[in-house]
């Protein structure tokens, strides 16, 4: 006899743009990808025909539209928290919701007179994202983090001394490129303002780098400790990090047979298949 063990739907990939309009002409721009997802406290609709306590995922996607109408502002992670929120209070069947908030990020472009009022360009290096988790019994969860951030040093990077077996073929590096797509999730301390999590992002971000470019490193493993460390550090309000590493591989090309140096200046840049390495960093 079959069970269900755990059950979830939702909306994925809800897409929305805000404009904020300020008196003097100049506006802002906010563009969120939200994903909901709703247990209910019966699961009637998988394990019979009864449908009355689903809501439509037509009317998640209404919701998420309504809700940054009214409540988007310039805080993702206090969005996430709105749309959490939102379906326990109005819903008295739903259990649980999950919430993850991506967000595209528009700089403001500068021409020759400076910033401009109303002209945006993408910065495509990486995607933030919020992550809410809502329950009645298990209370509120809130993580930010940052998806495919693509990094890279030209040197002060190393890998010798690994284990060494029958089947391994990589040679010893004194010195090589180090380039990953970071990835990574910190987790809040309960019962943080709005004021207190706005700020969280950029200095994680920022003490991770500095600790990426001004550090040598002898494997990625050591680097992701010393960034998650430094993170951190850098922001009491989180409780721990948890960084997603994969390799960017640079292979050096052999140009000895084009009449120059043998595997120096020139690489294939490649990243499968890639070694990944992840660890979560507490305090």
Same mark, same amino acid.
């Given at each position: 006899?079959?069970?269900?063990?755990?059950?979830?739907?939702?909306?994925?990939?809800?897409?929305?743009?805000?404009?904020? !309009?300020?008196?003097?002409?100049?506006?802002?721009?906010?563009?969120?990808?939200?994903?909901?997802?709703?247990?209910?406290?019966? $699961?009637?609709?998988?394990?019979?025909? $009864?449908?009355?306590?689903?809501?439509?995922?037509?009317?998640? !996607?209404?919701?998420v539209n309504f809700l940054?109408? $009214?409540?988007?502002? #310039?805080?993702?992670? #206090?969005?996430?928290?709105?749309?959490?929120?939102?379906?326990?209070?109005?819903?008295?069947?739903?259990?649980?919701?999950?919430?993850?908030?991506e967000e595209k990020s528009?700089?403001?472009?500068?021409?020759?007179?400076?910033?401009?009022?109303?002209?945006?360009?993408?910065?495509?290096?990486?995607?933030?994202?919020?992550?809410?988790?809502?329950?009645?019994?298990?209370?509120?969860?809130?993580?930010?983090?940052?998806?495919?951030?693509?990094?890279?040093?030209?040197?002060?990077s190393s890998f010798t001394?690994?284990?060494?077996?029958?089947?391994?073929?990589?040679?010893?590096?004194?010195?090589?490129?180090? /380039?990953? !797509?970071?990835?990574?999730?910190?987790?809040? /301390?309960?019962?943080?303002?709005?004021?207190?999590?706005?700020?969280?992002?950029? !200095?994680?971000?920022?003490?991770?780098?500095?600790?990426?470019?001004?550090?040598?490193?002898?494997?990625?493993?050591?680097?992701?400790?010393?960034?998650?460390?430094? #993170?951190?550090?850098?922001?009491?309000?989180?409780?721990?990090?948890?960084?997603?590493?994969?390799?960017?591989?640079?292979?050096?090309?052999?140009?000895?047979?084009?009449?120059?140096?043998?595997?120096?200046?020139?690489?294939?840049?490649?990243?499968?298949?890639?070694?990944?390495?992840?660890?979560?960093?507490?305090?």
């Open positions: 006899m079959a069970t269900l063990h755990h059950s979830q739907y939702g909306k994925h990939r809800v897409r929305v743009l805000k404009v904020f !309009r300020a008196p003097d002409g100049w506006q802002d721009v906010r563009e969120l990808t939200v994903r909901v997802m709703l247990t209910l406290s019966e $699961d009637a609709s998988f394990s019979s025909e $009864d449908n009355h306590l689903v809501v439509p995922t037509d009317t998640v !996607r209404n919701t940054a109408h $009214d409540s988007l502002g #310039a805080c993702r992670h #206090a969005f996430t928290r709105v749309v959490g929120r939102h379906f326990l209070a109005t819903y008295a069947h739903v259990a649980s919701v999950d919430v993850v908030v528009w700089d403001r472009w500068r021409g020759k007179d400076g910033p401009h009022p109303h002209v945006f360009t993408h910065q495509a290096n990486g995607s933030p994202e919020t992550y809410g988790v809502f329950s009645r019994e298990g209370g509120e969860s809130l993580a930010s983090g940052l998806r495919d951030h693509l990094i890279l040093k030209s040197t002060a001394g690994y284990h060494q077996c029958p089947l391994t073929t990589l040679p010893p590096a004194e010195d090589r490129i180090l /380039a990953t !797509r970071l990835s990574g999730r910190w987790t809040f /301390a309960d019962g943080l303002g709005e004021d207190a999590l706005a700020s969280v992002d950029e !200095r994680v971000l920022a003490a991770m780098m500095e600790t990426f470019a001004g550090t040598h490193s002898p494997s990625v493993q050591r680097t992701l400790f010393l960034m998650g460390e430094a #993170a951190l550090a850098a922001a009491p309000e989180i409780v721990s990090v948890t960084l997603h590493l994969p390799n960017v591989h640079y292979l050096g090309l052999d140009m000895s047979k084009l009449g120059r140096p043998g595997q120096k200046d020139v690489y294939l840049p490649t990243d499968e298949p890639h070694g990944q390495i992840e660890a979560t960093i507490t305090r």
